[in-house]
């Protein structure tokens, strides 16, 4: 078979966990993947596929562009032959929105008239139907999204969500349509097409509907969404010849020797949970957004705690709390520079362990996972076996490793935080 020697897929994902996320589901795929922390300087080799981490879901629209096609450009450039604009499974957006933005630039970029948008991933029960987001069993704007610290999420129609994101005209391919599979779903792309409708969101409720729409998008040289939709995509490559089916399902990732520390600044319900449950056991410090404010010494405070502990067992440093904690900092800090106090505090946290010997790092949150990673100094990641749903083993490529695992904020089981030191090879648990 002739297999490719320059990647195949292009991926430009606008947060760390998210494009973790994106990798995972890549590598089960069969897609050899790695995820490079912005533009790198140094191409990977021997990969399939290649997954560029930006942390611009919360910036302003014109830098989010900005970076996404500076990050399109140099996937041209490694030989991509489609692209992927991956955002979060909860169509996270600020008020004013970089999903519709980036995807009229990429779609502009690319010369390119259509695409699709679709967020759908089951395994962690986000489906949508008739234009509305699930999350299990509760529409989007109701199951805790909608007090989201940076990204609160209060209206479940995603039609007319990404409407308000863009001037292009956004259509819906339905389930009545999707259920019937990938030639009908291809018809449809057409029909819409000459309506002038620029990005369809798609419904979807099973996995088996995804590989149904991936393939009905070989043609497009753009397709957005969340990490499930891409589960189609790499069989379009299998059956034009392009990728190896039989490529290892993961990476071997190296052993990694050192200390072990949890970070959390999501205030997700998910990492509410599994906060509380690694509290009943095991050693935490927690942030105060508002002694950081002050200017107090909380930095220093959480290394001398740290300092105590690490080196019998593991600790957690959070920032994580209630929704109405979250917002009573806010209205005192600001939503932005609460955010960016604890991101930093967090950051100097982890650059100051890592000098320390800590070698393996568990983060929740892909704002805090973006601060934390740039802050150790990381350029890429090669990613290893599934921990739980949406969430990979990674290791940092280069001479010295560190072993990480960024957990999305709303994915995980609520032992997460041990679960994830236990896969990074942590054995004082
Ligand atoms: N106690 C708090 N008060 C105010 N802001 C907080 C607090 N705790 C965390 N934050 C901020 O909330 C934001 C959480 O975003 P982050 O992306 O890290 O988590 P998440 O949105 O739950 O995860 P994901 O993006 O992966 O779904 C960060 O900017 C963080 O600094
Ligand atoms: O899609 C998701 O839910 C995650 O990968 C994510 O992007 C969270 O930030």
């Known amino acids: 078979m002739p297999i490719q020697d320059t990647p195949l897929l292009g991926c430009i994902a606008d947060d760390f966990t998210g494009a973790t996320d994106l990798a995972n589901m890549l590598v089960r795929e069969g897609m050899r993947t790695v995820q490079t922390i912005g533009v790198p300087d140094v191409a990977p080799q021997d990969v399939d596929a290649i997954v560029v981490a930006l942390k611009s879901r919360t910036v302003p629209a014109d830098e989010a562009v900005a970076e996404s096609l500076a990050a399109l450009r140099w996937l041209q450039q490694q030989g991509c032959r489609q692209f992927f604009f991956k955002y979060c499974s909860t169509f996270d957006s600020t008020a004013k929105g970089n999903i519709g933005p980036v995807t009229d630039a990429l779609l502009h970029a690319l010369g390119s008239d259509f695409t699709i948008a679709c967020p759908v991933f089951p395994e962690t029960g986000r489906t949508l139907y008739r234009g509305h987001l699930f999350i299990q069993n509760q529409l989007l704007s109701e199951s805790g999204m909608q007090n989201h610290p940076l990204t609160p999420m209060t209206d479940p129609n995603l039609v007319r969500v990404l409407q308000q994101q863009t001037p ?91 200390l072990s520390i949890v970070l959390a600044g999501s205030a997700s319900k998910a990492t509410n949970t599994q906060v509380s449950t690694w509290l009943e056991s095991r050693p935490g410090f927690c942030i105060d957004p508002l002694a950081l404010a002050r200017g107090e010494p909380v930095v220093a405070q959480a290394l001398a705690f740290t300092g105590r502990h690490l080196q019998q067992q593991p600790v957690l440093i959070y920032a994580t709390t209630t929704p109405e904690q979250v917002k009573q900092v806010q209205a005192e800090l600001g939503i932005e520079r609460a955010g960016l106090l604890i991101e930093q505090a967090l950051a100097d946290i982890a650059a100051a362990l890592l000098v320390q010997g800590v070698r393996r790092f ?66 004082r648990l």
């Open 168 to 258: 292009s005209k956004v259509g819906l391919i339905g389930y009545p349509v999707v259920s019937q599979g990938t030639g009908k779903i291809h018809s449809e792309m057409a029909a819409l097409r000459q309506q002038g409708v620029r990005m369809a969101i798609v419904d979807a409720l099973e996995n088996q509907d995804l590989y149904a729409i991936g393939a009905a998008c070989a043609d497009l040289p753009l397709v957005t969404g969340g990490s499930g939709i891409a589960l189609g995509l790499p069989g379009n490559f299998v059956r034009s010849g392009l990728l190896n089916p039989h490529n290892t399902k993961a990476a071997e990732l190296p052993a990694v020797d050192g």
């Open 362 to 427: 568990v983060i929740a949150g892909g704002e805090t996972s973006g601060a934390v990673v740039k802050a150790l100094g990381v350029h890429a990641l090669r990613i290893g076996a599934q921990i739980d749903p949406g969430v990979p083993a990674t290791a940092s490529t280069g001479a010295r490793p560190l072993a990480l695992a960024l957990k999305s904020g709303n994915f995980g089981s609520t032992d997460f935080f041990e679960k994830a030191l236990r896969h990074l090879g942590e054995t």
